[in-house]
């Protein structure tokens, strides 16, 4: 049984007759009919019935017609994949935490209602370990903050984050880093692009910390910040998403803060539904008015 003998069954069993069947297909009436023969004694069973000189599904044809039509779909649906018509299928894709929290919910939402028969898979991490993860094939793509140029990666820049410091309402105001000469440093472990950003700055002032506690989770970081732990850089949207930022003070950086978030994947690697997700990504940018905040400043 081969997908061609399907075809001609079908054809057969959608016109009626062999020779409307041929006709439709481009065959010769005697090929026709020694196809569906073929078929017939491979599935041990009569698939046609005449009456009338016009063909009829017996019983057995009917039901073998459902299977049929169910595997012809299916296989329109592989070719179409394969050909990159119709996005489907798992899409595998690594992200910032803060990206994922405050970024990426609408751009999924509108994504998911345009392609229901994709499935996203997040995975979060530090933006070298993203990086790692996309060279290694473990997601086809990531959210990266400040990705530097790989000769193996492209990229499409996807969000512009402002960086602030961000301390507890008890702290003295931050206008340069000599300002936070002894205070804990909280961030995300190294490898974090924005704790990259921290370090500059504070380098920029000669301070060296020598009280670092790394954590994993924004809504951790905040909430030490505002029990008096330390201070901590992060982006202003997504402090929007987090409820405990009345306890705490921001303070703008007096230097420009803005890193930019790319989307990266490796090269030549693009499937439908990546190519789908970078499509949407230029919609939205075109359409983004900016992240309306709430947040107040010291």
């Not at 789908?276 to 400043?297: C, D, F, H, P, Y």
Request: aromatic content about 6%.
């Amino acid at each position: 049984m081969d997908f061609t003998a399907l075809q001609i069954f079908k054809a057969v069993a959608d016109e009626g007759g062999i020779s409307a069947a041929a006709r439709k297909l481009h065959r010769v009436q005697s090929n026709v009919t020694t196809r569906i023969q073929q078929l017939e004694a491979s599935l041990g069973t009569k698939l046609f019935v005449r009456e009338k000189r016009r063909l009829f599904l017996s019983p057995a044809g009917e039901l073998f017609l459902k299977y049929v039509d169910q595997m012809l779909l299916l296989s329109e649906q592989a070719r179409a994949a394969m050909l990159g018509d119709i996005p489907r299928g798992v899409l595998r894709v690594g992200t910032l935490e803060s990206t994922a929290a405050s970024r990426l919910p609408p751009l999924l939402s509108r994504y998911h209602e345009k392609y229901p028969a994709v499935r996203v898979e997040l995975t979060t991490g530090t933006a070298d370990a993203l990086v790692d993860a996309v060279l290694g094939r473990r997601v086809e793509a990531a959210f990266v903050a400040d990705c530097r140029a790989v000769d193996q990666l492209e990229m499409l820049p996807a969000f512009s984050e402002e960086l602030v410091v961000i301390a507890p309402r008890s702290h003295p105001r931050i206008r340069r880093a000599e300002d936070v000469r002894s205070d804990t440093i909280i961030g995300f472990p190294t490898g974090c692009a924005y704790r990259r950003h921290f370090q500059a700055w504070l380098a920029s002032g000669g301070i060296i910390p020598d009280k670092v506690l790394d954590l994993s989770s924004y809504h951790a970081i905040v909430a030490c910040v505002a029990s008096g732990t330390g201070i901590a850089m992060a982006p202003r949207s997504v402090l929007e998403t987090i409820r405990a930022t009345e306890a705490i003070t921001i303070f703008p950086l007096p230097t420009k803060g803005a890193v930019t978030t790319s989307l990266v994947w490796r090269k030549g690697e693009s499937s439908p539904a990546l190519r789908a997700l970078q499509a949407e990504m230029l919609v939205s940018k075109s359409n983004n008015q900016g992240i309306r905040t709430n947040l107040v400043e010291a």
